[in-house]
């Protein structure tokens, strides 16, 4: 599986971490920035984030900014995206359950075993495939297509 992860400067020091994991468990990283705790704008890597998922260049994302919050919803305005901000296990198994989502994004404060723990749990969590959730994202789609 192909993971996309991005940061700013204030999830820098997790996205090394999660990166290195990741590696570690065998996944294909692609690092998209940021490379340094200088300050740096979470819009531009959530951005480029969401375009990658969206265009299938990597299979999922993570990113990562301060709160978890400012990114997600720069990756959330990507067409074709499906960016939850998690904060807990249960978090990432509901969203890649019922919601199916791309990205998750954390904030960076985060503790790094937590982090990891959601990681995992996103990973290895499927689409429930159910016909409500279905529907649900059919019409996210169908809005997206119309705007």
Do not use: W
Not at 26 to 49: P, Q, R
Not at 64 to 91: E, L, M, Q, T, Y
């Amino acid at each position: 599986m192909k993971v996309g992860i991005a940061s700013d400067h204030r999830g820098y020091k997790l996205k090394k971490v999660l990166v290195d994991y990741l590696k570690y468990k065998h996944f294909d990283v692609i690092d998209y920035g940021t490379d340094s705790e200088k300050i740096a704008d979470y819009t531009k890597y959530g951005f480029l984030l969401g375009e990658k998922v969206a265009s299938k260049e990597v299979d999922y994302g993570i990113a990562i900014c301060g709160s978890g919050i400012g990114i997600s919803i720069v990756c959330n305005k990507v067409k074709g995206i499906r960016c939850a901000k998690v904060d807990s296990v249960k978090d990432a198994y509901l969203t890649k359950k019922d919601n199916d989502a791309n990205i998750i994004a954390l904030n960076g404060t985060m503790p790094n075993y937590k982090a990891k723990d959601i990681v995992d749990k996103f990973f290895e969590t499927d689409f429930s495939n159910t016909d409500r959730y279905i529907q649900r994202i059919k019409q996210i789609t169908n809005y997206e297509e119309t705007k």
